[in-house]
């Protein structure tokens, strides 16, 4: 549906995007995840048309559009701040693509009020100015008016960003519900671990302009490719020498675990998974957040970050004594070079 091949893109001296590699199937919802300043935006906008790469080549359904204009690319588009107008009605921001391609008023009529029933938008909310929406409606005013011209795919760099948190739980949600009702090709854009994982079939890890790993949300939490990975989705833990030793691993790399992999109980902690090491540790604190406690172990010199699920039961209090096992099944280990890592080194392609 969508290739990118060996993309590089420059500003001045500057080379934002080095060798950039992507598939994008039909159908799929395809995340760009990174920290800020780490080229996703970039590749999204040489995607839409907006930067033409230096080299490299951008293919839709197998046509070479990298030098085809914005307009012609059949492309939806969702900013950030949603780029609508403020002082024109619901309606006329959802039918501004439509005018421009100089349909029939009836046509523009029909498509404007379907998409806006599927989106969730009242005929009572087509007639008020966008500036009376809030902030979740403009949401569905951007969607709806980058989903009404029919395009091939629809690309939406951090439309949840402006949100407040329990908006962009509830939002996501139903952005998910849309893109697979719609069947459309989506590729967005988010620095957002949790969303990522959440509303993608595929993610694309992006680090200082280039792609550590592409992989299914699995694929990318539980078997991170590089170290960069490992620390940037979820939260994670650096194991210390002494733990390394008792799980006989490789001193001679970084070793790390998942909070939720490390087993914790009042007596015999031996993980389900194979064998496992078995330490003594204390409770120094914990955080409530109802589905789940995290706990802040002791665990001889190292401190360890630990999940459990809350079943009102078995909740460990600062101070208590606990058994911790650590399987070194659950060890995801990566190379300890004592040089940064570079993310557009082949072995991480």
């Known amino acids: 549906m969508i290739q990118l091949n060996d993309i590089i893109v420059k ?168 893109q697979r009702e719609f069947g459309i090709t989506t590729i967005y854009v988010t620095h957002d671990q949790e969303e990522a994982l959440t509303l993608s079939d595929c993610i694309a890890v992006f680090n200082k302009g280039c792609i550590e790993q592409i992989g299914t949300p699995n694929e990318i939490y539980n078997h991170s490719k590089t170290e960069f990975v490992a620390n940037f989705i979820g939260d994670i833990n650096r194991l210390e020498s002494a733990i390394v030793d008792g799980l006989h691993l490789d001193p001679g790399q970084n070793h790390f675990i998942r909070l939720e992999r490390i087993r914790v109980s009042r007596g015999n902690a031996s993980s389900s998974v194979g064998p496992a090491l078995e330490l003594e540790g204390k409770i120094e604190s914990q955080e409530y957040y109802g589905l789940y406690i995290k706990y802040y172990i002791q665990a001889g010199s190292q401190t360890l970050k630990v999940i459990e699920k809350n079943d009102g039961i078995n909740i460990y209090e600062p101070g208590e004594t606990v058994r911790v096992a650590v399987s070194p099944a659950d060890v995801m280990s990566y190379p300890q070079s004592g040089l940064p890592s570079d993310p557009c080194s082949d072995s991480n392609a």
């Open 11 to 178: 500003f001045g001296g500057f080379e934002a995007l080095h060798n950039i590699n992507v598939h994008v199937k039909e159908g799929e919802f395809f995340t760009f995840l990174g920290p800020s300043g780490c080229g996703k935006t970039t590749t999204l906008r040489t995607i839409t048309g907006f930067i033409e790469p230096v080299s490299g080549s951008v293919f839709m359904k197998g046509k070479d559009i990298t030098h085809v204009s914005i307009e012609k690319r059949n492309v939806g588009i969702v900013f950030q701040s949603y780029a609508l107008f403020p002082t024109m009605t619901v309606y006329d921001n959802i039918a501004f693509g439509l005018k421009i391609k100089k349909m029939g008023k009836s046509d523009i009529d029909s498509r404007v009020r379907t998409i806006a029933n599927k989106v969730d938008l009242s005929d009572d909310q087509l007639e008020k100015a966008v500036s009376q929406l809030s902030g979740g409606q403009q949401q569905r005013v951007a969607i709806a008016r980058a989903l009404v011209t029919e395009p091939a795919i629809i690309c939406m760099d951090e439309p949840l960003s402006n949100l407040d948190a329990k908006l962009r739980v509830q939002l996501r949600n139903e952005l998910k519900k849309m």
